[in-house]
T-cell receptor, first 110, second 113 residues
């Protein structure tokens, strides 16, 4: 079974400092990885997906197949980045059925 | 464009009872997935429905069942409720074969006493 590990449950970063949210996965195929975000009092939403190689709200994520990691990064944190972040590779059933990590709560300190 | 809606918002049931949760998918979406999110955990995949048939199931017992209707809306039914079933139940809709992006509803908070 696929597993995803987000080692940090809580992460606090000063505004303007770099942010890195860690994600490690186990997946036997070639994964299509996602990061989902949940802002306060909002529903879970897609932040970015690996295959599109987009930068959303300044965030990027590089797939490292050797380390089986998909860390989320942003060079300069902003206060509006405070949220719950979930790494989500697909499970056995395909890309539309996600396996979520336990999430990292990111708090940006003004 | 109408987003994913879920009903009810929250409910309280007694152990052993049965519950039905409802989800309306986003306009144009033909696939509905259900997730269970226990407190402090990430969402766990329960199952997915496509073309009114179950299309993949996570590690949940048979007392978790579902339906999808011709208008792509869906129901999640849980029989013989247990205390551990207390959680936020999320519904997500998507387009099969599309971008794989899932659009989530606000969730239904179920409390089993």
């Amino acid at each position: 079974a696929q597993r995803v590990t987000q080692p940090e449950k809580l992460l606090s970063v000063f505004k303007g400092a770099p942010v890195e949210l860690k994600c490690n996965y186990s997946y036997s195929g070639s994964p299509e990885l996602f990061w989902y975000v949940q802002y306060s009092r909002q529903r879970l939403q897609l932040l970015l997906r690996h295959i599109s190689r987009e930068s959303i709200k300044g965030f990027t994520a590089d797939l490292n197949k050797g380390e089986t990691s998909f860390h989320l990064k942003k060079p300069f944190a902003q206060e509006e980045d405070s949220a719950m972040y979930y790494c989500a590779p697909p499970n056995n059933f395909g890309n539309e059925k996600l396996t979520f990590g336990t999430g990292t709560r990111l708090t940006i300190i003004p | 464009e109408t987003g994913v809606t879920q009903s009810p918002t929250h409910l309280i049931k007694t152990r052993g009872q049965q519950v039905t949760l409802r989800c309306s998918s986003q306009s144009g979406h033909n696939t509905v997935s259900w997730y269970q999110q226990a407190l402090g955990q990430g969402p766990q995949f329960i199952f997915q429905y496509y073309r009114e048939e179950e299309n993949g199931r996570g590690n949940f017992p048979p007392r978790f069942s579902g339906l999808q209707f011709p208008n792509y809306s869906s129901e999640l039914n849980v029989n013989a409720l247990e205390l551990d079933d207390s959680a936020l139940y999320l519904c997500a809709s998507s387009v099969s074969g599309g971008s794989y992006e899932q659009y989530f509803g606000p969730g239904t908070r179920l409390t089993v006493t």
